[in-house]
């Protein structure tokens, strides 16, 4: 089944810094989303990007499907966006499931 | 539409009992997944329902799991009997179909089998 691996899985900021979460999979796909988890558990849904460029506030992302990646860009990090950030792909002509990376935590502090 | 919505949020049961857990998708979507979340694993997927036929449930550990969907509002993960091991965030995810569409997950069910 097709992989995806997450970069860098810690991620430690100050307050007010940028920061760039990566996803690689290893092949083709139909879709792709971006979550975040916080810290009480729940899964919010960023992106449904499975190409192309989004941008939602302090958020964006860019999936560059020929070559098989998806950045997240977090502008401006508050605290509140402290977390685990989580790629979930769909492979194409494959089983229709999502397929979870391991997942980035992300730590902001004041 | 209130989202997708699981019950209970948490379960603490003991060894041996049965256990249901409870998804209510959100109104029109036509496909419904279960995953689970654990620190060894991640989230995987144990089966998902489109048009309310299952279609794939290779992720259901054995036997002992088995989930239905009666209806296009509501599906049902049993687990008999519960052993430790099952302890883990259980969580439910509903899209208009399967493939090509944004999923989203509901608040999920904390599971503590001692």
């Known amino acids: 089944g097709i992989q995806v691996e997450q970069s860098p899985p810690d991620l430690i900021l100050q307050e007010g810094a940028n920061s760039t979460l990566r996803c690689n999979f290893s092949d083709s796909v139909n879709n792709l989303q971006w979550f975040h988890q ?16 989004k941008q939602n506030g302090r958020l964006s992302a860019t999936t560059v499907a020929t070559e ?4 997240l860009y977090i502008s401006s990090s508050q605290t509140t966006d402290s977390g685990v950030y989580f790629c979930a792909v769909e492979q ?18 004041p | 539409d209130a989202g997708v919505i699981q019950s209970p949020r948490h ?8 256990v249901t857990l409870r998804c209510k998708p959100i109104s029109g979507h036509n496909s419904l997944f279960w995953y689970r979340q654990t620190m060894m694993r991640g989230l995987e997927l144990l089966i ?10 290779s992720g ?24 430790p091991r099952d302890s883990a965030v259980y969580f439910c995810a509903s899209s208009l179909e399967a493939g090509y569409t944004e999923a989203f997950f509901g608040q999920g069910t904390r599971l503590t089998v001692v």
Do not use: C, H
């Open chain 1, 38 to 53: 916080n810290p009480w558990g729940q899964l919010i849904n960023l992106f449904y990007i499975p190409s192309g460029t």
């Open chain 2, 60 to 83: 259901m550990p054995e036997d002992r799991f088995s989930a239905k969907m009666p209806n296009a509002s509501f599906s049902t993960l049993k687990i008999q009997p519960s052993e």
């Open chain 2, 48 to 57: 998902y329902f489109n048009n309310n036929v299952p279609i794939d449930d």
């Open chain 1, 68 to 71: 098989r990646y998806s950045l």
């Open chain 2, 11 to 18: 379960e603490v049961t003991e060894m041996g009992q049965e």
């Open chain 1, 92 to 109: 194409d002509q494959g089983a229709q499931k999502l397929v979870f990376g391991q997942g980035t935590r992300l730590t902001i502090n």
